[in-house]
């Protein structure tokens, strides 16, 4: 009796087993999968907007960093002066101002007394040097306002929440506008591109559920949807290619090559152990709508 209900067990656990294994074939069979997945996120070249010397390095490479931290700052003296300079300007323009407006002023009181006493062309040139002063102090106004920015634009915050990466300067490196200084990896904006066989795309439809299986993480799958699905790639190896279009390596694949589409797949809520880094390895699988 004991023998046959070990057979029965032994049997029942092949017969489990079997059955997990046809369906996990089955699944990988009916629904449109790739191991040619990775993690991605939006990757913010922080670029100074004014030159300088770097005076202050707030943080260290790889620190987490919240939107509106202080990254680095660069030597405000010069923009400081200018500043100076221009409101000491701006002054000026606003007390000649004044004299102009008085001059003429007092024009327009003789001419509306005795029209006679004074002439068009003292009227017009009298005007004519008011509104101007009045440009002139929109002018330094204007002054004043960019020298306020340039002076703000020493110091560099952070734009998004992050991570920051390839911090390689120092104290004392001159810091040059337009020229990115380093990265800031927004931790906020995670996706996954799986790059599909183009024969497999006709079956992937936008709004279908994914489960992405990280390399790093191999026992946690992450589930999500298809966001999107590239209409183009450019024949080349990883750089840009031509219309700024994703440009995909084929995988050999036999003799004919299948060239690899990228499918965006938006992440649901991560399980709080799970940590993404930008272009970590993912496995996708699209699971079809049933209808």
Do not use: C
Request: hydrophobic share 40%; proline share 4%.
């Amino acid at each position: 009796m004991k023998k046959i209900i070990k057979i029965l067990l032994t049997l029942a656990i092949l017969g489990a087993a079997g059955f997990f294994a046809y369906n996990k074939y089955r699944a990988y069979i009916d629904n449109p999968w790739t191991r040619d997945g990775q993690v991605r996120t939006q990757v913010i070249q922080v670029t100074p907007r004014v030159n300088g010397m770097v005076i202050k390095i707030n943080v260290v490479d790889n620190q987490q960093v919240k939107e509106g931290d202080l990254l680095f700052e660069i030597d405000p003296s010069q923009y400081q002066v200018k500043l100076n300079q221009a409101n000491a300007k701006l002054q000026r323009t606003r007390e000649a101002a004044k004299g102009t407006k008085i001059e003429f002023d007092r024009v327009k009181n003789i001419y509306a007394k005795d029209k006679g006493a004074v002439s068009q062309r003292d009227m017009v040139r009298n005007e004519t040097n008011y509104y101007k002063s009045l440009a002139d102090i929109d002018n330094s106004e204007e002054a004043v306002n960019t020298a306020k920015l340039n002076l703000s634009y020493t110091k560099v915050f952070a734009e998004v929440d992050g991570y920051v990466s390839n911090i390689n300067f120092q104290t004392g490196s001159q810091a040059v506008a337009n020229q990115p200084i380093l990265a800031l990896v927004d931790e906020n904006a995670y996706w996954v591109f799986g790059f599909f066989r183009e024969d497999a795309i006709p079956e992937v439809k936008i709004g279908d559920t994914a489960i992405v299986t990280l390399l790093a993480y191999p026992n946690t799958p992450l589930s999500g949807k298809v966001e999107s699905i590239a209409w183009g790639i450019a024949h080349s190896d990883g750089n840009p290619g031509n219309n700024l279009l994703p440009s995909v390596k084929p995988v050999f694949q036999w003799i004919r090559l299948a060239q690899r589409i990228p499918v965006r797949i938006k992440l649901d809520k991560l399980p709080e152990e799970i940590k993404l880094r930008f272009g970590l390895t993912a496995s996708v699988m699209i699971l079809k709508n049933k209808k």
